[in-house]
């Protein structure tokens, strides 16, 4: 690229071009509001243009989203439970404190404390091979092996098929589910949530087969040395056995191993562990509504991670937003009719006793929830937006002209979230923005999901558009 | 996030659930061609869908693109009329008909030399400050400064109205053009566009008032300490004067400096300088027409790139995307009734000679370019397309559909570039796919411009979905 590029494509991005089309269409729409009926959705009004485009300058020359990220990916991973977890509620609810937010406190949520231990090592051992090396890390849940580790022989299966099928070699041996996420499902979320069923059932799928442990391959379309951790489930039905992820270049070569040697040995230690519970705790911060205070727009992220890295995308990202939102909304100085909310939930990796502590906590009875947004997915640029309710996709199309430049163009029914889920069956409707996925499972679960991996505008865009989304649907209801 | 994902947001990106929506409309439109007449979009032809289908597998699965990326970019910089360029013809040449394009040949063009030289340096030299160092790089075309470097005390402007301002101080010394990108701009390639004029014009319009030589903020919205180069140009009325870019960090700080020491004095040595020119080539390959050989659909990206990194946004990405989408239709078995050909442009970066020397070759005289695509706007996540043309736009509509889980949700008209410019005034239509560009300048000519900047998978989806979009085209005709 030389230097100055001209045609409308460029000129349709400019902001100042931008306010100058929409505005005489808004300004129409608006002198008419008594033609609206039920089925057309409200205009937007034009005195909140201004508004919109004092969130974005002011979002996009701070950048706040991204120092918010920062000071909470600075305490490092967030593990349920840990006191790296503790220093979150502590250091977010300082943060929503000292932007002056309406109201902030916290509410208790017990968890589970699982963890990792030192040790964790897994080597190759053959007569052809000789040893080699094999970077593995447990899984989130799975008990330790014995302080020696364990050594056993390796059955390679790519489905719970290929288990059944092999179920009188199975005895006595590690199954190793090398299950690769899908390359041709364009949508990674959807190529994860393939290949996530053997890292949550495969240990127990193999334990009813006499497996000693489970080794899973990485969910992640790169092929590098970083195993990616995640939740894995026991079946009280079956034995518990240890259950550990292996990167995905650890996977390929155990195969091609495996083809060498069929009867090598894999040697696996890791001493993690559950102890006690303890108590935790949500973090919720807002903006209280000037005439409907108990109306409520949500949005969250959640505060734990995982511990291999700071947890920058999943989910120091989706926290970070929430906090800017507010932030936004009140800095440009808008007194919105309805509370909006931003809840740190914690605990979503490996209870979501968070979210549903938050439903079920008492002092939600005098509360509607009409709006519940989690963000969840990453922080890279936005592509889309997706709610529960079909009627308030339509409510939100007014905005559509507002939000394409900034990245959005379109609105979908879906969406949802560990923590929000609960507040669906109270009559909340699910949702949030959807911001391109394509790099999101390089980092997920894994040491590379750091700062760095963020891009700070990207991040502040999501912050622009919830900011305005969250405003608009704070003044309109649901 | 947690594990496996549900509700319709993931589900209509799942690629069978895309196929089983999209196979009955398409059916249905198909069954009835008669019905079609010149207003309506020509309909898809349902036989197409399990090749684009193939088209996706074979591209996610293998990743190509990003493997022809690394191999151009395996060169390094490949500035204009250097050796490094010129291994780069060979290279794409012999990959092109490695891969057996059905022709594959070069045509000569008459390139300028400008070369970097070694010493590049700048200080700070203050009896306050003491000396501090200043990243700074030349700005192509510019001239060297005596062997000794020059020193001279700074004009700090912000504008072209600020200087004529000042033009009673510029005499002697030197003008630093500290104008930001602007932030609240959405679109990176608009700010971009604003500011590039200072880099273009700068050093004729302060050395018409006197300046000995101009320092350009680097333009990009990050903050660091790499400078980024980039085109300037000599106005023939204006005494000729060295031009370097000074990194944004190193921009803040003198800005900084000059506060504290209105007379501090910079230092300046840069032995860059016009050599002889040269004569290299535009690279091209095609899949030649099986019906109408002589009307072409071109993708073209250029070859040439800045010194400072191996250029890989800035074009491997759209070089390695135009052989990519030639390598996609032919190993799918389609067989395209015009002819598709990629063009590797020369000199994009210094003087369009490329693009002019193509659209000006005897050869031409026989073709008819139905519609021109030049990639040059980064290899990141494909958002929409843009083409020249309102009644193309009309007839790309149907392939939205289809393309919409693939990443693209528009198609505008817009789009051009500096290679394919000329054949505009032959008749053809102008476009291409545009990128997600947030990140684009983070890298653009400055050392960040590294494969590691690009990711396989986004890159691969530009060529997939250029494949499909040239494909139609070659057979629709336009």
Redesign the interface.
């Known amino acids: ?15 100042f071009y ?1 306010l100058a089309c929409i505005l005489p269409l808004l300004w129409l729409s608006g002198c008419k509001p008594q033609a609206q009926d039920r089925s057309s959705p409200p205009a937007l009004r034009p005195e909140l243009l201004p508004k919109f485009e004092a969130i ?2 002011l979002g ?2 701070q950048e706040k989203a991204y120092e918010f990220l920062k000071l909470i990916t600075s305490i490092g991973g967030r593990l349920t439970g840990s006191p790296e977890a503790d220093r979150a509620v502590e250091l977010t609810a300082s943060l929503m404190t000292e932007l002056g937010f309406d109201r902030v406190w916290t509410e208790p949520v017990k968890v589970q404390r699982w963890v990792r231990g030192q040790a964790e090592e897994a080597m190759v051992r053959s007569s052809k091979l000789g040893t080699q090396a094999l970077s593995i890390c447990a899984l989130g849940n799975s008990l330790g092996t014995s302080a020696d580790g364990l050594e056993a022989g390796v059955v390679e299966v790519r489905s719970f098929e290929d288990l059944a099928a092999l179920k009188d070699v199975v005895p006595g041996r590690i199954v190793f589910y090398n299950v690769p996420m899908d ?5 990674p ?2 190529a ?3 290949a ?2 053997f ?2 059932r495969g240990a127990s799928e193999a334990a009813r087969y006499g497996a000693r442990a489970v080794l899973i391959r990485s969910m992640t ?1 790169r092929v590098d040395q970083n195993p990616h951790t ?2 894995m489930e026991y079946d009280d039905r079956a034995p518990r056995i240890p259950a550990a992820a292996v990167s995905t270049a650890g996977a390929e070569l155990l195969h091609h191993w495996l083809r060498t040697d069929p009867e090598l040995k894999v040697w696996l230690r890791m001493n993690c562990r559950q102890e006690e519970p303890v108590t935790s705790a949500n973090v919720i911060g807002q903006l209280t509504g000037s005439e409907f205070p108990d109306e409520i727009i949500l949005i969250g992220g959640h505060l734990d991670s995982w511990d291999l890295s700071p947890g920058a995308h ?2 120091a990202a989706g926290c970070a937003v929430a906090i800017e939102v507010l932030r936004l909304i009140k800095e440009t100085g808008l007194k919105p009719k309805r509370t909006i909310r931003a809840v740190m939930f914690m605990d ?2 490996f209870g ?1 006793t968070g979210g549903r502590a938050y439903a079920a906590s008492d002092s939600r009875k005098q509360e509607k929830h009409l709006v519940a947004i989690e963000q ?3 922080g890279a ?1 936005p ?2 937006l ?1 709610f ?1 309710l079909e009627i308030l996709t339509d409510r939100l199309k007014p905005l559509l002209a507002y939000l ?4 959005i ?2 609105i ?5 979230g ?1 923590d929000i889920g609960p507040l669906r069956e109270k009559g909340a409707t699910l949702g949030g923005l ?1 911001p ?1 996925s ?2 999101y499972f ?1 980092y ?1 679960h894994s040491a590379l999901d750091v700062p760095e991996a963020v ?1 700070p ?2 991040l502040e ?1 999501q912050a622009v558009i919830l900011a305005m989304v969250i405003y608009f649907l704070a003044e309109q209801g649901v």
């Open positions: 690229m030389k230097r100055t590029l001209t045609g409308k494509a460029e000129k349709s991005l400019n902001s931008w974005k300058d996009l020359r390359r041709t499902v364009v949508e979320f959807a994860y949530g393939r996530a069923q890292r949550v379309f995640g939740l999943d989910d979503e990796e979501g969840d997915r990453g640029a592509v889309g997706a529960s394409g430049p900034l990245g163009n379109w979908r029914t879906g969406g949802g560990v959807i391109e394509q790099r390089d997920h891009h505008r990207e865009l």
